[in-house]
């Protein structure tokens, strides 16, 4: 067998050297990328908790927001039919005897409307629009549906109706907008209590 051995005059030390130096340099750059993605996954992850946690805070608001509204609606619609309300508009020449709290639907032949609370005796029909905060926009629209009322609720046909709104809240001088276009206007003040303004020219249908 014949023996190899390796000329050590003949290996080129400077080459091998910068060669190892390389490597190593290589290695090393290798090592900071590997720790710098490691710092960006950490870095996410913490971020994604965040992201999350923030998105559980945001869901128990919205929960809470949620089940305060309903809370406040509620009362409303229940404060409109106590007695205290309800002499308001007596003293106004105008006997409730009827209560309809719950939302009703009627239809008309372009569409469909839905009513929050309705006040009558045999004659005369108060049909309420109850927000927690109403604005000026509410109003617009709640007229713009009473013009079918109606036709969508047969029974009132031959009544005299008038329209109302009732809120905890009015925004943009909603309630001074509602009694200039002859909206009864009721605001909470208190449990159980509500204040009612009644303009001179009272829109009718």
Known sequence: MENTTTDIANIDWKEVLASVRETTKQMKETGLRMKETDRRMKETDRQQRKTEREIEELSKHVK??????????RK????LAKPACLKLFKDLGIGITQVYQEARKGEFP???MEVDVILCNTT?????????????EDVDYFLEQMEHFKTAFHPFANYTVYPA???????GDSDKYAFRKGLFVLKSAGKDIFTLKAPKDRKVY
Not at 165 to 171: G, R
Request: with cysteine; proline share 0%; glycine share 2%.
């Open 64 to 73: 809470q927001l949620s089940k305060m509204y309903t809370s406040n609606w």
């Open 76 to 79: 409303l619609i229940e404060a």
């Open 110 to 112: 372009d569409g469909s």
């Open 124 to 136: 005369v029909a108060v049909v309420v629009e109850v927000k927690t905060t109403c604005k000026v």
């Open 165 to 171: 709104v009732a809120a905890i809240k009015y925004d």
